[in-house]
């Protein structure tokens, strides 16, 4: 575990089936500071609109994606989409700088609380993703993810006062959390196996149809065309 500074700690990961490495930085809540403690906690409880302060963390899970070809057994390999589990409350945040937002469509699922949201290039990508142990690690979660996000694109579109360059698209996993006192204990180590062996899922099942990849690649097409 290394700190990058005092509200800020890294550590990585490797060494599971399918999984090249994982990374994770963990921003505790800034309690060290009792000026920003008091200022935060209070407009969180006077206005709805404002968060209450929480410690949260990112986990970044790079999967083996046919780097291992070569050594007998299944490809690790599975299909390039895009799907997202999210709290609804975190999507408020979410800004038009997104790359992934202009890919997707959003849609509630009868099978999650209305609290999440689903977003995916296509409902068979969601039916493909959405499996048993997911749904049942993330329903009592609400109070703890923000986003599941599956993807092979960059997160934020290029600025344009920047030469444009090639946006670098590599898979993986991302899981964003809070970490509140008094639930993460119970929820989270659950949350964090479902994640996990999804990569083993989408390793086995992940691979739509030809016309499901065919309709994806063309409205990312359209999209690299306005970048």
């Keep these: ?17 399918n999984i090249a490495f994982t990374h994770t930085t963990i921003k505790p ?29 990112t986990i970044i899970i790079f999967p083996i994606d046919g780097r291992d070809a070569g050594g007998g057994g299944l490809s690790s390999r599975y ?11 975190r999507m408020n945040g979410w800004g038009e700088d997104r790359n992934d937002l202009s890919l997707v469509v959003t849609s509630d699922w009868d099978v999650l609380p209305n609290w999440l949201a689903v977003l995916s290039e296509s409902k068979e990508i969601g039916n493909i ?13 609400q109070d703890i993810l923000e986003c599941l ?8 579109k290029p600025s344009p006062y920047i030469v444009p360059s090639p ?16 639930t993460a204990p119970n ?25 499901v990849l065919r309709k994806s ?8 065309k306005t970048l």
């Design 1 to 17: 575990l290394k700190e990058n500074h005092p509200l800020e700690f890294v550590t990585s990961a490797s060494g599971r089936r």
């Design 29 to 57: 809540q800034r309690a060290s500071n009792l000026v920003t403690w008091f200022g935060e906690h209070p407009l969180a409880f006077l206005f709805e609109s404002t968060p209450t302060p929480t410690g949260n963390a």
């Design 79 to 89: 299909g390039k989409f895009i799907w997202e589990l999210v709290n609804k409350g």
């Design 129 to 141: 993703v959405l499996i048993k142990e997911s749904r049942e690690a993330v329903v009592v979660c």
């Design 149 to 156: 996000i599956v993807s092979d694109q960059p997160i934020d």
């Design 167 to 182: 946006l670098p698209k590599k898979k993986r996993l991302t899981l964003e959390v809070n970490i509140p006192p008094d």
């Design 187 to 211: 929820a989270m180590p659950k949350l964090l196996r479902a994640v996990m062996r999804l990569v083993d899922h989408l390793t086995a099942v992940a691979h739509s149809r030809p016309t």
């Design 217 to 224: 690649k063309a409205v990312r097409e359209e999209e690299d």
